[in-house]
Nanobody, 114 residues
Framework: QVQLVESGGGLVQPGGSLRLSCAASGSIFGIAHMGWYRQVPGKQREFVARITSGGTTNYADSVKGRFTISRDNAKNTVYLQMNSLKPEDTAVYYC????????WGQGTQVTVSS
């Protein structure tokens, strides 16, 4: 019913930047809450950022001041701009949309390393 396609992950040096994109498609009508989680093997999936249908945002303490979540409602796309990246940000990043139920993207690997 709903598909999420992520892009933008990759390898970056500490202090660098990446922008992740997540495009939702399918039978979506209206605006839904969207956001991002990340996961390291062997650990629980961790909340990163969220943006509501009205455009309000919240962030995990670990990324405040460095990451920015935004959305383009016309494209049903959510973005995560990641600046001042640290090795501890290395993870698989998953986007989600809450539309009648929660749908997840396929995940995109972000690696921060010298």
């Amino acid at each position: 019913q709903v598909q999420l396609v992520e892009s933008g992950g990759g390898l970056v040096q500490p202090g660098g930047s990446l922008r992740l994109s997540c495009a939702a498609s399918g039978s979506i009508f209206g605006i839904a809450h969207m956001g991002w989680y990340r996961q390291v093997p062997g650990k629980q999936r961790e909340f990163v950022a969220r943006i509501t249908s009205g455009g309000t945002t919240n962030y995990a303490d670990s990324v405040k001041g460095r990451f920015t979540i935004s959305r383009d409602n016309a494209k049903n796309t959510v973005y995560l701009q990641m600046n001042s990246l640290k090795p501890e940000d290395t993870a698989v990043y998953y986007c989600y949309i809450d539309y009648r139920q929660r749908y997840w993207g396929q995940g995109t690997q972000v690696t921060v390393s010298s």
